[in-house]
C-alpha cells in the first residue's frame, strides 16, 4: 500500500504534519544529520515508523528489547496521564450535585458532600480514566494489534481519547472535555476490528461485499468519524436489537465478596454496559462491600459472556440492580430472570418495592417542582393510604414533607378517598370525636388509662400510641393502622381484637399469656411478645416483616413460628430446642443464647444475620446452616470435635473458650476476625500456618 494510511491521516487533519509530535520527530532526525522530507505525508510516514521503533523496537529480537518497550510503555501512559486524564480541580461541581440528587432520589435525603467524600470520588474518577486508558494503550502496543498498520493504530488512539461514554438512546459517543469524569470507552477488540478492517479495505477501494451491500456503513465510511463508526460496530456485535435480546437463556455468576476484582472486570469490558463496575477501582470497592452477580446470556457459540444484569449486595442486603437498556434500566425481555433470582435474596422483594415507590415519588417531585395537578392515585400514594412509602434512608423521605408543605391536607385526602372533609382528622380533639374515616398523622394517647367511650378513626395514617392501657375492655382498634401500635402495659389479650393490617411494630411486651390472643393477618415491622412464658394457642401470621421477640420463652412446647422472619429471632431464654421448626431462612440474628445442647436443634438453612449459641458446651449433634451471613458465637465450647462449619462465614467467629484445636476443622473463608482466646499460642500458629486467609484475634 503506497502510503495510503499516511495520506489518509492528513485528509482527515491536514496540519497534522505541523503538531509538536511530528516536528519534534523532524528535528531529531536532523540532529542526527539524516535527510529529511518536508512533504506533509512523509513526515506523517517518518513520525508513524518512529512510533513503530519505539514499541516494537528490533522486532523484539532481545530480552533487552523487551525491557526498553515495557519502559516506552510506561513513559507513554505517564505522558498521557499528565495531558489527558482529568485533574482534581476540573471536576465539576455538576458532578458532586449529581451525587447529592442521585441520593436525594433513593429517599436518603439531602446529603452533605464533604471534602473527604469528594476526595474519595475524585480518587476513583481518575483511577477508573487510568484503567480503561490503559487498556486501549497496552493492546495497541502489543502484538495482540500486530494485524493493524501503525497508521490505524494512531488514528483508533487519537481519536478514542476524544470520546466519553455511550449513549444508548442517541446511539453514540459524547464528546470528552476538560472537565469529563467518565471513564474512556471500553475496548472492544471485535468492534475494533471491524473498524480497522473496514476502513482499510475503503481506503484501498477493495470491493468487498460486506461494505458494497450496507449503504449504512458506506456513508459512516464517507466520514471517516472514528467515533461513528465505532458505535455503529459495537451495536453490530453487540445484543442491542430485539431479536439479540430475545435470547435470554444464560448463566448467573457470583463474585464473592472480598474476592479479586480483575475477573469480574475482564468480563464486563468491551460489552458496552455502561455499568461504573468495568472500571477497576469501582469494582474493586464494589467487592470489598459484598457479592456481585452478574447475568451472563448466551453467545453464537453458546458461551455465558454477555452481560445482561448486574446485583450488587451491600453486606447482606441488595444495593443495585442494573441492566443494559438505556439509563442502566433492565431490558424489556430480562425481567423474568431477574424476577425469579430476586426469590433468593431475603430483600428482594422489598428492594423491588423500594425501586418502584423512589421511582413513583421521583416523578411526583417532578410534578410538583412544575406546579402541575397531582392526580388521584398520587395523592393516596403521596399521603400513604394504601402502604407506606419505602426507600433506601433510614429515615422517611424528606420530599413528602417537601412536596405537603402548604398543600390543604383535607382537601388533598377527602379527594384521593371521595369523602367529605368532616369525615377527616389531622388532631387528637379532631380524632375522637367520632365518626372519622382516615386520620392522617399519629394519635399519642399514652396517657390514656382506660378504653371506655374511646371512639377511635377508621383508619390512622400513622403510629398509635395506647402505652398506658392495661386492659382491653371496651377497646376498638382501627381496620388499619399504617404506623406502630403500642399496646406495651397490656397483660392479658382478653377483650383484645386487633387490626388485620399494622404497617409498622406492634408492642405487646408485657403480655404473658397468649389465651384469647389473634394476630394481625400482616405486621410489617417487629413483634414484641418480651414477657411471654407459653406459646400455647399462639398463631402467628405466615410472615413478620420486622423481628419478633419472644425473649422470655423457655420451652418450644406449642410454638409454630411463622414461615418467614425478615428480621431477628429472639430465644434468648429458650433451653431445650425440643419440637421447635424454623423457617428455612431468617432474614436477621437468631439469638438462641441460653441453649445448653443441640439436642433436637434443626437450624435454618440460611441466616442473613448473626446466629448466638453462646452457652452451648458440645458441638454434639450440632449441624450449622448452609450460609451465615453474619458472626457466629460459640463462645463456651469447649471441644471443636464432631463440628463442621459452612465453607463461609461472613462475619467474626466466636470460639474463645476453645481449649484444643483437636478436630477443628475451620471455614474456607471467614470475613471477620476469628476468637480462639483459650488456645494455647502453638496451636494457634499452626492454625494460622494452616489457614493463612483467615485473620486471628
Known amino acids: ?97 449529581n451525587q447529592r440528587r442521585l441520593a436525594r432520589e433513593q429517599g436518603r435525603g439531602d446529603i452533605e458532600v464533604t471534602e473527604e467524600m469528594k476526595d474519595q470520588l475524585n480518587e476513583i474518577i481518575i483511577s477508573d480514566q487510568k484503567s480503561t486508558l490503559d487498556n486501549w494503550t497496552n493492546y495497541l502496543t502489543s502484538t495482540d494489534s500486530d494485524s493493524y498498520p501503525m497508521w490505524a493504530k494512531y488514528w483508533t488512539f487519537t481519536n478514542m481519547l476524544k470520546l466519553s461514554s455511550f449513549d444508548k438512546e442517541k446511539h453514540a459517543f459524547g464528546k470528552r472535555g476538560k472537565g469529563t469524569v467518565a471513564p474512556f470507552p471500553d475496548l472492544n477488540r471485535e468492534a475494533l476490528a471491524y473498524v480497522a478492517d473496514a476502513i482499510i479495505k475503503n481506503i484501498s477501494k477493495e470491493d468487498t461485499p460486506d461494505i458494497k451491500n450496507n449503504p449504512e456503513l458506506q456513508k459512516l465510511l464517507q466520514g471517516a468519524n472514528f467515533g461513528k463508526l465505532y458505535a455503529h460496530a459495537i451495536e453490530k456485535i453487540t445484543p442491542t436489537e430485539g431479536d439479540e435480546l430475545l435470547n435470554i437463556e444464560g448463566e448467573w455468576i457470583k463474585y464473592d465478596k472480598g474476592s479479586g476484582h480483575m475477573p469480574l472486570v475482564k468480563s464486563l469490558q468491551g460489552h458496552g454496559t455502561g455499568w461504573c463496575t468495568a472500571g477497576e477501582t469501582t469494582a474493586k470497592a464494589h467487592l470489598q462491600g459484598g457479592d456481585f452477580y452478574v447475568y451472563y446470556s448466551y453467545d453464537k457459540q453458546g458461551k455465558p459472556i454477555i452481560p445482561r444484569v448486574a446485583i450488587r449486595m451491600q453486606g447482606s442486603e441488595i444495593g443495585e440492580v442494573r441492566g443494559i437498556a438505556h439509563e442502566q434500566n433492565l431490558d424489556p425481555y430480562i425481567n423474568d430472570v431477574v424476577n425469579d433470582k430476586m426469590k433468593e435474596f431475603p430483600d428482594g422483594e422489598e428492594y423491588q418495592k423500594k425501586v418502584a415507590d423512589m421511582k413513583h415519588l421521583t416523578e411526583i417531585d417532578m410534578k410538583h417542582q412544575g406546579n402541575e395537578e397531582l392526580t388521584k392515585d398520587e395523592l393516596r400514594f403521596l399521603y400513604e393510604i394504601d402502604h407506606k412509602i419505602k426507600g433506601f434512608g433510614y429515615q422517611d423521605d424528606p420530599r413528602v414533607k417537601e412536596i405537603l408543605e402548604g398543600r390543604d391536607i383535607k382537601d388533598d385526602v377527602s379527594c384521593a378517598l371521595d369523602c367529605s372533609r368532616d369525615q377527616l382528622s389531622t388532631t387528637e380533639e379532631e380524632a375522637l370525636k367520632g365518626n372519622i374515616k382516615f386520620h392522617y398523622g399519629n394519635l399519642n394517647l399514652s396517657s390514656l388509662q382506660s378504653a371506655k367511650g374511646l371512639e377511635l378513626p377508621e383508619t390512622i395514617n400513622g403510629n398509635l400510641d395506647l402505652s398506658s392501657l392495661r386492659s382491653a375492655e371496651g377497646l376498638e382498634l382501627p381496620e388499619t393502622i399504617n404506623g406502630y401500635l403500642d399496646l406495651c402495659s397490656l397483660r392479658s389479650a382478653e377483650g383484645l381484637e386487633l387490626p388485620e393490617t399494622i404497617n409498622g411494630n406492634l408492642n405487646l411486651k408485657s403480655l404473658q399469656s397468649a389465651e384469647g390472643l389473634e ?49 431477628n429471632l429472639n430465644l434468648k431464654s429458650l433451653q431445650s430446642a425440643e419440637g421447635l421448626e424454623f423457617p428455612e431462612t431468617i432474614n436477621g440474628n437468631l439469638d438462641l443464647y441460653s441453649l445448653r445442647s443441640a439436642e433436637g436443634l434443626e437450624l435454618p438453612e440460611t441466616i442473613n444475620g448473626n446466629l448466638y449459641l453462646s452457652s452451648l458446651q458440645s458441638a454434639e449433634g450440632l449441624e450449622l446452616p448452609e450460609t451465615i451471613n453474619g458472626n457466629l458465637y460459640l463462645k463456651s465450647l469447649q471441644s471443636a470435635e464432631g463440628l463442621e462449619f459452612p465453607e463461609t462465614i461472613n462475619g467474626y467467629l466466636d470460639l474463645c473458650s476453645l481449649r484444643s484445636a483437636e478436630g477443628l476443622k475451620l471455614p474456607e473463608t471467614i470475613n471477620g476476625s476469628l476468637y480462639l482466646n483459650s488456645l494455647q499460642s502453638a496451636e494457634k500458629e499452626k492454625l494460622r500456618i494452616k489457614y493463612p486467609n483467615i485473620k486471628f484475634f
Open 519 to 567: 394476630l394481625p393477618e400482616t405486621i410489617n415491622g417487629n413483634l414484641y411478645l418480651k414477657s411471654l412464658q407459653s406459646a400455647e394457642g399462639l398463631e402467628f401470621p405466615e410472615t413478620i416483616n420486622g423481628s419478633l421477640n419472644l425473649y422470655s420463652l423457655r420451652s418450644a412446647e406449642g410454638l409454630e413460628l411463622p414461615e418467614t422472619i425478615n428480621g
Open 1 to 97: 500500500m503506497e502510503k495510503l494510511g499516511e495520506q489518509f491521516l492528513h485528509q482527515k487533519d491536514s496540519k497534522l504534519h505541523t503538531t509538536k509530535p511530528i516536528e519534534k520527530t523532524q528535528a531529531r532526525l536532523k540532529s542526527k544529520g539524516e535527510k529529511i522530507s518536508q512533504k506533509p505525508v512523509d513526515k506523517i510516514e517518518t513520525h508513524l515508523n518512529r512510533i513503530e521503533d519505539i514499541f516494537n523496537p528490533d522486532s523484539l529480537k532481545h530480552h533487552k528489547d523487551f525491557d526498553r518497550k515495557e519502559r516506552n510503555i510506561n513513559l507513554l501512559k505517564k505522558n498521557l496521564y499528565d495531558n489527558v486524564i482529568i485533574k482534581q480541580e476540573d471536576i465539576p461541581e455538576e458532578y458532586y450535585e
